[in-house]
């Protein structure tokens, strides 16, 4: 950081790098303000600016009664590939996702569930082999690893299957939706992902509780039985706390060297 940066930023570098460095460690509680100001020779006014961008970039968070500390810096794994399969997915009645973050040892939340009827938009009804204006079932929730919002999840589903399939249901359904597919016959057989990455709407960085120019990572699923599409997932990832891998082709001799594999 150049000398003619202005203070904040000097300061925010400062202690940036001793985050980054171990010397300040997720939990630790950072100086008061007073303690700042008279560390660096600044106004208060320069230290709520240094904090604000530390805060911005999700390094750091106020909490009433703790003052600012040092945020954990959680990147859970999604395994895109295989987490959703049907001999991936444990026989306890727990659904993909709790199953993948189980592994990892995390613990896995859904909050703010919501089912709705909507009409199929143009792209929805391309997607899912149905009519413009034909309606579907949206499932969505928010999900929380750790007790952090992690991503923001909407299925839709063509009418009759939700309705075979018992996706009506204004809550979760017990082993998720895969497994309610399955056990009528509407077996998932293959799928088409498409990611893209983009900035957060408003009320997506609020839910997500994301800081000012932390991307978004989109992750769209289309699943297919042998007949037709089975359900459309919107999944919208906090792009500073996930990571999406793919595992293709013979990869049985790797050992997980870098966390990926299980």
């Not at 204004?170 to 309610?180: C, M």
Request: glycine residues 8%.
């Amino acid at each position: 950081m150049a000398q003619s940066d202005p203070l904040y930023r000097q300061i925010a570098a400062d202690l940036r790098e001793q985050i980054r460095g171990g010397q300040l460690k997720a939990g630790d509680r950072l100086p008061t303000e007073a303690d700042m100001r008279e560390q660096y020779g600044v106004s208060r006014n320069t230290v709520r600016l240094a904090f604000a961008q530390l805060q911005n970039e999700g390094m750091i968070t106020s909490t009433q009664g703790r003052g600012t500390i040092v945020r954990e810096q959680v990147i859970t794994t999604y395994h895109a590939s295989w987490a959703e399969s049907r001999d991936r997915m444990s026989s306890d009645q727990v659904d993909a996702f709790h199953a993948e973050q189980a592994a990892q040892g995390h613990k896995s939340a859904y909050r703010d569930f919501e089912m709705r009827i909507v009409p199929a938009s143009p792209e929805l009804a391309e997607r899912l082999s149905v009519d413009e204006g034909d309606s579907l079932v949206s499932r969505s929730f928010l999900r929380q690893v750790d007790g952090e919002p992690s991503s923001l999840q909407d299925s839709y589903y063509p009418m009759d299957i939700a309705q075979e399939c018992g996706l009506l249901t204004p809550h979760d359904v017990p082993g998720g939706a895969i497994r309610a597919m399955a056990a009528k016959g509407h077996v998932e057989i293959g799928y088409i992902d498409e990611v893209t990455t983009r900035m957060p709407r408003p009320d997506e960085s609020r839910k997500l509780g994301l800081g000012i120019g932390t991307p978004v990572l989109v992750y769209v699923r289309t699943t297919y039985s042998d007949t037709r599409p089975l359900r459309l997932t919107l999944t919208i990832f906090a792009g500073d706390r996930n990571r999406l891998v793919y595992e293709l082709g013979d990869i049985s001799g790797y050992h997980g060297e870098n966390g990926y594999a299980s």
